[in-house]
């Protein structure tokens, strides 16, 4: 099973792929989660990819295909992984394609996480994320039980740099002029499965899991 988890920041892709990865044991490849690894431990890779992140732009294609090839080549990959936000231009699902090609291998599904921008910015200002173990909260639908501590590993929860509000706005004006041209590529593929991204997170995450039925029983 390949599937690329796909829609809008804040749309839960993230949540949705980290419950169906511990749960299901398949890696959970995220760009975004990777970038940040790359700029908290200071790397060359970090420091020019902060300059994009922190404005909400996109990091150029050939880094992000980069930390997919080879991330994709680690032997826990073999059985199948999710992408999480990747591709999300034209040039990375081709570039994608390619390397999977190489490997005689496809992208088997395309979950798009539909719901309207006005719901996103409330939901993106409200996200906290714990800086040790990645888990993710909200103030509202998802509070932690003790304010700015996670419930996991007692790690400090912080709001990441790129969800204030007008760094959220740019981030979506870039989701709809340079991604969602995606939805039409999956879809002309017959792999496009589209869910509601609006409901409850249990909701949503049933929802997923019937979609990548087909693709996990054994
Ligand atoms: P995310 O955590 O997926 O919301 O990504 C956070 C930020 O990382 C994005 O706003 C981009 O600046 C960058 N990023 C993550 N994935 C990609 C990608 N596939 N292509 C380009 N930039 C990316």
Redesign the pocket.
């Given at each position: 099973m390949i599937s690329v988890f796909l829609g809008p920041?804040g749309s839960g892709k993230?949540t949705q792929a980290k419950k169906f990865s511990a749960e299901k044991g398949v890696p959970q490849l995220?760009?975004?989660d990777m970038?940040r690894q790359a700029i908290s431990a200071g790397t060359a890779l970090g420091r020019s990819a902060q300059e994009?992140?922190s404005r909400?732009?996109?990091?150029p294609d050939e880094v992000?295909i980069g930390l997919i090839r080879e991330r994709t080549q680690r032997p826990d990959c073999q059985g199948g992984f999710i992408l999480d936000?990747?591709?999300?231009t034209i040039p990375?699902a081709t570039a994608l394609d390619a390397l999977l090609s190489e490997i005689s291998r496809e992208v088997s599904a395309a979950i798009l996480f539909e719901i309207q921008d006005s719901a996103l910015v409330a939901r993106l200002t409200g996200r906290r994320t714990c800086v040790t173990c990645g888990a993710m909260y909200h103030l509202l639908s998802m509070p932690p039980r003790k304010t700015g501590v996670c419930d996991q590993c007692g790690g400090e929860l912080i709001q990441r740099d790129?969800d204030r509000e007008d760094v959220i706005r740019k981030?979506l004006a870039v989701y709809h002029q340079q991604t969602a041209p995606l939805v039409e590529f999956y879809r002309q593929r017959g792999m496009l499965s589209p869910v509601d991204a609006s409901a409850s997170p249990d909701a949503v995450y049933r929802e997923v899991k019937s979609k990548l039925a087909v693709d996990t029983q054994p």
């Open positions: 920041p993230g995220s760009t975004g970038l994009f992140m909400g732009a996109l990091v992000v936000g990747f591709p999300r990375q790129d981030r």
